[in-house]
């Protein structure tokens, strides 16, 4: 498809730039877009600059001629075609870590047969390596995960991380979201930590280089890319990328606003555009939070000649050749579908529901996936989404897409991977709750010796550094690991206070257990439990497991419960916004 694809005019506006550094670094080994002339080979310098970051450029080096030929262009398809040939083996190997081999074959191929992305790999743009360039930290990044985990695989990661950002600037702050995701991610705090400084350091490296030669030759580079960024923030700002909703103007929304030139600062266009919002909070919000990532994965590019097309196409089989047309034509009416389970996957796969239908490997991989996944939409969010920045991220979103419709078959199909209470592995909704019941327990706690029930990851017992965690399962941190709760390895009036934070509804013979806490405890004792509300509770817990014995207990049920223990109701509270219960029941002071 590539070879029979002829582009009118195929080195102008960005081609242009691209061919030009990568003329003058071949020639000169200068970065310079100073368009070449005749006088190329003779004693002549072009000044640097770094308008256009260099990975694009120094892929092209090696295939561009003075001047160019059609025999030049063919040769940089050719490298194109391998790059997305590439691209596809990378999709099926990040797949497999996902799902079974069968069902891994669907993004492969949906990436093979892309309209967009072979339409791309005929142009001097760098969609093609910037969409090679994700999905090869993808896979880096998902190795670094599966294999054991050492420095260097998290290194290796950050330097495909740097690797994206040279080819495109866009790229500048993806650290500020990797990090903080992986830590996430990997939960434990040790491994986390090293594996953020181990990415930051592999990104950093690579980038270095670049950012040195700037610093000492390139005066005036940091107001050029502030330029760029005012740039593209004030271009978001039309609602449909069009001024006063003129369809005529979409894309081009600038070159028809007359005040276009007088909003040339940060503060000037935030300033303007919350005068819109304000006069039309509505259209603007809906542009920003739905319009944008919508436009961004459109099918129809809006800014060239439409459809699959930038730069007008004089030739190609999507116009002659039924078999690409008719491949064209299912891709086109299926892709709403594709896109919006591929896109709503995303923050699927970060609710603890998706590891316990497609078990903890596959989850941790579609977690790292969704990073310059999630980077990059809320980066076009707040700038500019025309389509074409969403095309190298397709390798991406085919993978969610095949993800999405595995995790419906496992659901539908009632095939779940069998885990443990509180979920084998680490989720980070949750880290953040366990923390907040952590907090609002201790401070209910008496000196003396405590008892944690059913405690996990015993974090209240870390927290307050004294007492025992014991729980059914051998999670790490647990003190004592029983058969059940209902006959405890503790001496009589052995405890000044226990708890039972989020489990009771676990428990299936909670009446028992209350009883035989009651024994452990000293005359004046306390019991501390949480419990979600009765509505809350019927749709978290079905979102999070459907296995429980009951979802919960309403204040009534747990009175009765109560009643039959020999313990008193002491008090209840609320916390976590309300929807929290906090119970304490006490042991008779005398016997």
């Known amino acids: ?28 080994g200068t970065y310079s877009n100073l368009v070449p002339t005749t006088s190329i080979g003779e004693n002549v310098t072009p000044s640097p600059d770094a308008d256009r970051m260099p990975g694009y450029p120094l892929f092209l080096s090696g295939a561009v001629t003075y001047p160019p030929t059609s025999a030049m262009i063919m040769a940089i398809k050719k490298r194109q075609v391998w790059l997305d040939t590439l691209t596809v083996a990378l999709v099926f190997v990040v797949a497999l870590a996902i799902m079974p081999a069968p069902m891994a074959l669907l993004p492969t191929l949906l990436v093979a047969v892309s309209p967009h992305l072979i339409s791309m790999s005929t142009y001097i743009l760098s969609e093609t390596l910037f969409a090679f360039s994700l999905t090869l930290a993808v896979l880096v990044g998902s190795w670094a995960l599966r294999l054991p985990q050492t420095w260097l695989r998290w290194l290796a990661f950050g330097a495909a991380l740097g690797l994206t950002f040279m080819v495109k600037s866009s790229m500048t702050y993806v650290p500020l979201v990797a990090l903080p995701l992986l830590w996430l991610l990997l939960g434990d705090r040790q491994t986390s930590n090293k594996a953020a400084a181990a990415t930051l350091i592999g990104f950093t490296l690579l980038i270095m280089p670049w950012e040195i030669r700037n610093q000492l030759n390139l005066a005036d580079d940091a107001s050029t890319q502030s330029e760029h960024a005012i740039v593209s923030l004030h271009n978001g700002t039309y609602p449909g990328l069009m001024f006063n909703d003129n369809p005529e103007t979409q894309g081009y929304p600038h070159q028809y606003d007359p005040d276009y030139q007088s909003y040339n600062t940060f503060p000037a266009v935030l300033g303007k555009l919350w005068e819109n919002t304000r ?216 405890l000044d206070s226990a708890s039972i934070l989020a489990a009771l509804n676990y428990f299936e013979a909670p009446v028992k257990t209350l009883q035989e806490l009651n024994r452990c405890l000293k005359p004046g004792g306390i019991v501390v439990i949480t419990l979600l509300s009765k509505p809350v509770s019927h749709y978290w817990h079905k979102l999070r497991d459907r296995g429980l014995p009951r979802i919960t207990y309403d204040d009534q049920e747990l009175h009765d419960i109560v009643d039959q223990c020999d313990l008193q109701w002491h008090s209840k509270s609320h916390f976590m916004f309300g929807v929290n219960r906090l119970i304490v029941l006490k042991k008779s002071e005398s016997p």
């Open 1 to 28: 498809a590539a070879e029979e694809t002829r582009i009118a005019a195929p080195l102008r506006v960005d081609a242009k730039d691209y061919y030009s550094y990568a003329i003058n670094l071949k020639h000169y």
């Open 279 to 494: 006069a039309e909070p509505v259209k603007y919000i809906s542009w920003y939070l739905l319009g944008k990532p919508r436009m961004m994965f459109s099918w129809g590019m809006i800014s060239g000649q439409g459809d699959i097309f930038i730069y007008s196409a004089d030739q190609s089989p999507y116009y002659t050749r039924d078999f690409f047309n008719n491949i064209h034509t299912i891709l086109m009416r299926s892709h709403t579908v594709v896109m919006l389970i591929g896109l709503l996957m995303v923050p699927l796969c970060w609710l603890p529901r998706a590891r316990v239908v497609l078990g903890n490997g596959p989850v941790s991989v579609l977690r790292l996936a969704s990073i310059p996944l999630l980077y990059l939409v809320a980066l076009h969010t707040i700038t500019t989404p025309l389509p074409r920045y969403g095309v190298p991220l397709r390798p991406i979103v085919y993978l969610f897409f095949a993800a999405g419709l595995w995790f419906i078959y496992r659901i539908l199909a009632g095939d779940s991977v069998k885990t443990p209470k509180l979920y084998a592995g680490w989720d980070p909704i949750g880290t953040i709750l366990s923390k907040w019941r952590v907090r609002a327990v201790q401070q209910k706690l008496p000196p003396g010796e405590h008892l944690d029930i059913a405690c996990g990851d015993n974090r209240l017992v870390s927290t307050l550094g004294r007492g025992y965690g014991i729980d059914i399962t051998a999670f790490s941190g647990v003190d004592i690991t029983v058969a059940n709760f209902s006959s405890l390895p503790l001496a009589d009036e052995s």
